[in-house]
């Protein structure tokens, strides 16, 4: 099993910044990718932004393109998400997942075998 625990959101104003956190415990020596997803009520979830095991490898919706970026700490067993420019259509709860193995897919929440409880961001205009 694998445990992560986001930290990082808060209230912050439009054109603002703020850096999550994720940080995996237990069973932590996973290959696969790990990725930031967005849920705002009464949406469906939305993929964020991932990154493969050696970091070598982002990708990003094109909501977030160019302003945020996805990166990743092995040694700490951390990824982050640095968010620019912040928008209030960015208002979510952020969560971070991973993949026990590799698989192609970032951008399907199905694809990821563990999940954190989610950190809120919220953007004031």
């Known amino acids: 099993q694998v445990q992560l625990v986001e930290s990082g959101g808060g209230l912050v104003q439009a054109g603002g910044s703020l850096r999550l956190s994720c940080a995996a415990s237990?069973?932590?020596?996973?290959?696969?990718?790990m990725g930031w997803f967005r849920q705002a009520p009464g949406k469906e979830r939305e993929f964020v932004a991932a990154i493969n095991w050696s970091g070598g490898s982002t990708y990003y919706s094109d909501s977030v393109k160019g302003r945020f970026t996805i990166s990743r700490d092995n040694a700490k067993n951390t990824v982050y998400l640095q968010m620019n420019s912040l928008k209030p259509e960015d208002t979510a709860v952020y969560s971070c997942?991973?993949?026990?193995?590799?698989?192609?897919?970032?951008?399907?929440?199905?694809?990821?075998?563990?999940w954190g409880q989610g950190t809120q961001v919220t953007v004031s205009s």
């Open positions: 237990g069973r932590t020596f996973t290959s696969g990718a």
């Open positions: 997942a991973t993949q026990r193995w590799p698989r192609p897919a970032y951008g399907d929440y199905k694809t990821y075998d563990y």
